[in-house]
């Protein structure tokens, strides 16, 4: 009886960890467009991702990773810039892998890739995807269409190019030929803003998954281990 109660614990244990995912209420959410994406992105630029790399950082409960995976995107063009320090022409995004079952735009982006991306700094002085809303990515990929839109939008219409870029390079960036008092701003999204409410953390992440059934399986063994030796 005792064995058939441990092994029915350990079981409950790992679909409990493995089974973890996002969570919204449903009357709370709504989908943005991807003109509203980019106008409440705090930094939106265009450019090429052009490599991926890893860096070793310490664990922590709040980031239960040893390593970090970033993006190294060389802008070609800023859309629009916070009140920081101009974006240099190469920048680093990070954390691309290391996200929570949330993000939309996890695995959206390929080393090669040009795209339109909504972006925000990080205290390390790089940056990471803005993702202002649940489930929805803010990268997009840099099709004709997409940067003709993305110069209709209110405050992506100052278009620029990055620090340490050749400024006959401007060539490259989309040309804005909507009037300003045109654009695209927020009362002009078809539904009312609705708070979002979600209850996640990194430890129902994605790559946390991995990480959660990583602890529940060595449990489980452990667990499985005192039984047959009892």
């Keep these: 009886m005792m064995r ?41 630029v265009y450019g090429q991702d052009i490599r991926h790399t890893r860096d070793t950082v310490t664990s922590s409960p709040s980031f239960p990773f040893s390593f970090r995976t970033n993006s190294v995107l060389q802008v ?55 993702e202002k809303n649940v489930g929805q990515s803010f990268a997009f990929q840099a099709t004709a269409d997409v940067l003709t839109e993305a110069t209709r939008v209110c405050g992506l219409m100052n278009i620029t190019v990055p620090v340490g870029r050749a400024a006959d390079l401007m060539s490259m960036c989309p040309r804005v030929t909507t009037p300003p008092e045109q654009c695209i701003k927020n009362s002009t999204f078809l539904m009312v803003d609705i708070p979002i409410t979600t209850t996640v953390g990194y430890t129902s992440g994605h790559y946390s998954a991995i990480f959660n059934s990583y602890i529940a399986v060595t449990l489980a063994l452990v667990f499985v281990s005192l039984v047959l030796y009892i």
């Design 4 to 44: 058939h109660t441990v092994l029915l614990f350990v079981t409950f244990l790992v679909c409990h960890q493995v089974g973890e995912s996002c969570k919204v209420f449903a009357g709370t959410y709504r989908h943005w467009g991807m003109a509203e994406r980019l106008y409440r992105s705090t930094i939106v």
């Design 76 to 130: 070609y063009c800023v859309f629009k810039q916070d009140s920081g320090p101009k974006i240099p022409e190469y920048i680093t995004i990070e954390n691309i892998e290391q996200r929570t079952d949330c993000s939309g735009t996890l695995g959206k982006v390929s080393e090669g890739d040009e795209v339109v991306v909504g972006l925000k700094r990080t205290p390390r002085g790089n940056f990471e995807w803005d």
